[in-house]
């Protein structure tokens, strides 16, 4: 048998602003923007030179949902941007705005820094060792 994660439910508030920042402040593809009918849509969102792996956009519509909004992991990183260049990415970052929580870090692990998406969730940028 064979097994993938293809997606991981994203809650945004909005589709548009949610679009417009993962593609033009991380440089993200959208793969898909489906009307579903409802005030629903099925957009996908993947990150540059990714194949397997892309966010699902879901729009909070309950009120668990609107309160998870920003807050998918608590405080801790819900999700682990890897690079094939950090300071590239870094810098490029830097120039769309994006919020760094700290300054980067050398881990055992590769080069790391905590920045925030436009609704407060937690990302790493990584580039690893090796």
């Known amino acids: 048998?064979?097994?993938?994660?293809r997606n991981f439910s994203y809650l945004v508030?909005?589709?548009?602003?949610?679009i417009a920042f993962f593609t033009n402040k991380l440089g993200f593809t959208l793969l898909s923007d489906v009307d579903l009918?409802?005030?629903?849509?099925w957009v996908q969102l993947q990150p540059d030179g990714a194949s397997e792996f892309a966010l699902a956009l879901t729009l909070a519509d309950t009120p668990d949902q609107q309160?998870?909004?920003?807050?998918?992991?608590g405080d801790a990183v819900l999700m682990i941007l890897q690079?094939?260049?950090?300071?590239?990415?870094y810098a490029l970052m830097l120039n769309a705005g994006i919020v760094f929580n700290e300054t980067p870090r050398i881990e055992p692990y590769g080069m790391v820094a905590v920045f925030e998406d436009l609704y407060g969730?937690?990302?790493?940028?990584?580039?690893?060792?090796?």
């Open 37 to 41: 009918g409802g005030g629903k849509r």
């Open 13 to 18: 508030k909005e589709y548009d602003a949610t």
């Open 83 to 89: 690079t094939d260049n950090f300071q590239r990415d």
């Open 121 to 130: 969730n937690l990302w790493d940028l990584l580039e690893p060792n090796s």
């Open 1 to 5: 048998m064979t097994q993938k994660i």
């Open 67 to 73: 309160q998870a909004v920003g807050k998918q992991a």
